[in-house]
């Protein structure tokens, strides 16, 4: 089946540091990806839309000179938390589609937990 | 609005018995997909079952079945013989229109089974 992997899964860092995630789709080309964030015992919130060769669609009140994304190739996706804050730290989760039909369900990467100090 | 409602935050079920997760939608779109996921304490999501606006039948993928009442705009997921691996988060979502738009979930309802 369709894989998606996210990397790194968990990363622990200083205050003001900016963190890349990594998601790639590792057996199909998806020209579009989604970025989630969840914070704990809540649900999945749509932060934006990767665009494979395009700029990245956000979703209201999410920064996007914050939250840098970009979708360099087919298969690639990334996400950069610009110097990093406390309130950033939550589960960043990303997602691909495999193919155009309506059925087609979105895969997710295994998540990255990011606590920053 | 809120697009997918979830009104139960929290489910206790005994092993082997059948439980129902509750779903409704609110969307004007014609064209529309459901869809049920689950994520376990480590986190990831699991896809477990669609439905398409179109679909006559109600979908089923081996235990998971979801009840699709499209006039009363639910969409339930039904577990027959729950397991004890059947404890997590379950989501809702739907993505209005077709290709590759975005999906939107719901706020979740964590399901424990009891040995």
């Known amino acids: 089946g369709a894989v998606v992997s996210q990397h790194p899964s968990w990363v622990i860092c200083k205050s003001g540091t900016s963190v890349k995630i990594e998601c790639r789709s590792l057996?199909?080309?998806?020209?579009?990806m989604f970025w989630y964030r969840q914070f704990p015992k809540q649900s999945l919130m749509l932060m934006a839309t990767s665009n494979e060769g395009s700029k990245a669609t956000y979703e209201q009140g999410v920064e996007k000179d914050k939250f840098l994304i970009n979708h360099a190739s087919l298969t690639l996706s990334t996400l950069t938390v610009t110097s990093a804050h406390p309130e950033d730290s939550s589960f960043y989760i990303c997602?691909?589609?495999?193919?155009?039909?309506?059925?087609?369900?979105?895969?997710f990467g295994d998540g990255t937990r990011l606590s920053i100090l | 609005a809120q697009k997918i409602t979830q009104t139960q935050p929290g489910m206790f079920v005994q092993e082997k018995e059948a439980v129902t997760l509750d779903c409704t939608y609110d969307?004007?779109?014609?064209?529309?997909?459901l869809f049920w996921y689950k994520q376990p304490s480590s986190g990831e999501m699991i896809f477990l079952i669609y439905q398409g606006s179109y679909d006559e039948q109600n979908a089923t993928e081996g235990r998971y079945s979801l009840n699709f009442q499209k006039a009363r705009k639910s969409a339930n997921l039904v577990i027959s013989a729950s397991q004890l691996g059947d404890s997590a988060m379950y989501f809702c979502a739907m993505r209005e229109g077709m290709g590759a738009s975005k999906i939107i979930f719901g706020s979740g309802t964590r399901l424990s089974i009891r040995p």
């Open positions: 997602s691909a589609k495999q193919g155009a039909e309506g059925k087609s369900p979105q895969h």
């Open positions: 969307t004007s779109d014609q064209s529309y997909g």
């Open positions: 057996d199909f080309q998806a020209t579009t």
